[in-house]
């Protein structure tokens, strides 16, 4: 009948839910903390070291480029997402309070602010998240059953993922609580004078066996393009 709005189709509610979805993920984009990487002086080695971070802990990145957007997908992504970073809470929080404590490596001053300035930027990062959550568990219901289920059994099964330890290394992969460490304190790693100090201090911090061997660090730096010590081959004598 003429004035009668046209019914929308379950095919097109759950394409436009997805959308909508996209687009709330973009809105806290700018709320996301911000490691001391300046775009002005940043090197190419820190740069890469944030792009493969961002592959292992915020799979959310990939959804301007995915072809395909699916109920399982997202709600996949959400819960993840919300996993990690309900325990990059814990853990920022308890290497301030190891520090403090005496338990753990001791930060200097520099590192302490840092590691508290990021903290104060993730708790409003967490809050946006939250609220993405509540906005996308809340609207699901909305959904056919088949959609609704797809969506909560894979937010489930993401925000499972979360760590049981309280190392960096336990999220993302083995490598994922170096890639913190380089992109918290690369300025002063710019300083080390070979990767065998890196090496050494990646020890202190997370430990001989989650660190590795001299050649496993090696790789890393090789990978993501991260050279120390003095460049270039020594000038011959005349």
């Known amino acids: 009948m003429e004035g009668e709005k046209e019914e929308i189709s379950p095919e097109q509610r759950r394409r436009d839910w997805l959308r909508r979805l996209v687009a709330e993920f973009e809105k806290i984009e700018p709320f996301s903390p911000q490691w001391d990487v300046p775009d002005k002086d940043c090197p190419l080695w820190v740069a890469n070291v944030e792009s493969k971070f961002g592959e292992a802990s915020f799979p959310a990145a990939k959804l301007k480029t995915s072809k395909v957007l699916t109920p399982r997908l997202l709600g996949a992504i959400l819960g993840q997402q919300c996993a990690y970073a309900v325990w ?76 049981k330890g309280n190392m960096a290394a336990d999220i993302g992969g083995t490598n994922f609580g170096i890639y913190v460490y380089l992109l918290l304190y690369w300025r002063s790693i710019e300083n080390f004078k070979s990767v065998a100090e890196l090496h050494s201090t990646l020890r202190q911090v997370f430990g001989e066996y989650r660190t590795g061997n001299l050649k496993r660090i090696e790789k890393i730096c090789e990978r993501v393009g991260l050279h120390l010590g003095k460049r270039g081959r020594p000038k011959k004598p005349r």
């Open 88 to 163: 990059l809470m814990e853990w920022l929080s308890a290497q301030i309070e190891a520090a403090n404590n005496g338990t753990g490596r001791l930060l200097t001053e520099e590192e302490v602010q840092k590691t508290e300035a990021f903290q104060d930027a993730f708790v409003k990062w967490y809050s946006a998240l939250r609220r993405l959550a509540k906005i996308a568990l809340c609207s699901s219901v909305d959904q056919s059953y088949e959609s609704m289920s797809e969506f909560l059994t894979a937010y489930a099964q993401g925000f499972a993922k979360k760590p």
